[in-house]
T-cell receptor, first 116, second 113 residues
Framework: DAGVIQSPRHEVTEMGQEVTLRCKPI?????LFWYRQTMMRGLELLIY????????DSGMPEDRFSAKMPNASFSTLKIQPSEPRDSAVYFC??????????????FGPGTRLTVL | DQQVKQNSPSLSVQEGRISILNCDYT??????FLWYKKYPAEGPTFLIS?????DKNEDGRFTVFLNKSAKHLSLHIVPSQPGDSAVYFC????????????FGKGTTLSVSS
């Protein structure tokens, strides 16, 4: 049974370039989350979707960040233009919203982004 | 302002001893608490959880204790093993189904043999 799939695993880009991170959630899960992990701030929620609809994007740092979920099996997080301070590990997670007593989230392996 | 705080960035323990990881929270409306474990180059994985109506939950070597009056929870690992070396994240859920979790910054546990 495949877990959450993220691509690419590593991305190195130059300041000003557009970066697109991709995520395929676990089949049957209807909540999807994008997190960013840094040493300073730990694991912070950027945005999450329920049934493909964005519910809370208050964690998105700036307008340079955008996320979409065109269908239940795919989501993207885009940074345009990228800046060095965006360097971090970006995680995607999914969960089954209905029928669970708690929000166990299953995380992907992450995308390590380096902006030079 | 952080609602979930893990004030110890790191902890070192000898194999066989007890590891105690601590977590404090500020919002009394949180109804569920979880611990996640993360190895390098991997995503966090769920470890153990506890509902706010309980004060203890045990799963093998792992036990989570919740003190609601102090807004404090702890994860005990007994006995600690070298394979337990990882980053441990405490997380809390506001009491509304479907909302996202709030994570602490994590504590890096090192278990030496």
């Amino acid at each position: 049974d495949a877990g959450v799939i993220q691509s690419p695993r590593h991305e190195v880009t130059e300041m000003g370039q557009e970066v697109t991170l991709r995520c395929k959630p676990i089949s049957g899960h209807n909540s999807l989350f994008w997190y960013r992990q840094t040493m300073m701030r730990g694991l912070e929620l950027l945005i999450y979707f329920n049934n493909n609809v964005p519910i809370d994007d208050s964690g998105m740092p700036e307008d340079r960040f955008s996320a979409k979920m065109p269908n239940a099996s795919f989501s993207t997080l885009k940074i345009q233009p990228s800046e060095p301070r965006d360097s971090a590990v970006y995680f995607c997670a999914s969960s089954r919203r209905v029928g669970q007593p708690y929000n166990e989230q299953f995380f992907g392996p992450g995308t390590r982004l380096t902006v030079l | 302002d952080q609602q979930v705080k893990q004030n110890s960035p790191s902890l070192s323990v000898q194999e066989g001893r007890i590891s105690i990881l601590n977590c404090d929270y500020t919002n009394s409306m949180f109804d569920y608490f979880l611990w996640y474990k993360k190895y390098p180059a991997e995503g966090p994985t769920f470890l153990i959880s506890i509902s706010s109506i309980k004060d203890k939950n045990e799963d093998g070597r792992f036990t989570v204790f919740l003190n609601k009056s102090a807004k404090h929870l702890s994860l005990h690992i007994v006995p600690s093993q070298p394979g337990d070396s990882a980053v441990y994240f405490c997380a809390a859920r506001p009491n509304q189904a479907g909302t996202a979790l709030i994570f602490g910054k994590g504590t890096t546990l090192s278990v030496s043999s």
